[in-house]
DNA sequence: CGGTATCCTATAAGATACTG
DNA sequence: CAGTATCTTATAGGATACCG
């Protein structure tokens, strides 16, 4: 087995990122956690996974401390676990937006439940932007990529 | 010649999204293209990414509207194609900055160089936020994703 | 140099059986 | 019910040969 030298591409933050959450099923999941579906049999059911992939799925995301899993009981029954966002899992759902945005403007679908991102004090509906230090939103074609160092 | 079409079963935009762009390589060669760097050798170079996979990727994502091909020739040779993206394409720069951004957070790299997102006009620091339709950030905890019809 | 075609491997995904 | 283990298939990724 050849293990040749990590090029570039490899020790980038685009691509640790999409490496760990641009599985397909990944920000699925976070979704629901995100909207309250911590339970494996909860998740599972809402967005029809296979059962082993979800342990998979939950167990990469517990390792890379973007979920943590909180054990509960119910009475009578053995413990069981919870799986909710931490704040490295929360921090991940502007990535969810993103591509729930552009999904919905470039890879539309033809009827059915549509998620929209609203802000919960005022109901607006949100859109995923580049955004200033001061909080404003920036034009497209005013961001630079721009690499620094080396 | 694979024709990545979507399947019925994907229902949901952000999994039709991260179906296209979430593959390993997108990204990074969406950013390339936005950086200027859109010359198949080029780009090769840069990434490191084996030259049958630039090929499969750029196919993809032309089928997919994000990347249009552009003719060109230089003196005495052949005609051949520059990779520039569509306004599809561009949109997709905000999923690239929340994927870094996110990366750069959570799983930072030990050194070397590293991409930033700045505004072109101002020279500003830029990070990828939910936004309400005034353009303003809105935090994170006052996000919620909410499911409208079906 | 600018790609395409071929072959191989690694891994995600899916179905399903199994265990406490 | 809440998972884990096993098996199969589909596909992304990688090396490299090849062709205009």
Known sequence: MTTTELPDSMTCSIERAVTL????????ILRELHTGVVRFGDIQQRLGIATNLLTARLATLAAAGVVEKRPYREAGARTRYEYHLTDAGRDALVILGALQQWGDRHAPRLGGPTIERRDRRTGALLDVSFTDPEGRAV?????????TGG
Chains 1, 2 share one sequence.
């Open 21 to 28: 959450l641009g599985e397909r099923w990944t920000p699925l």
């Open 139 to 147: 034009p497209l074609d005013a961001v630079a990529f721009v690499r």
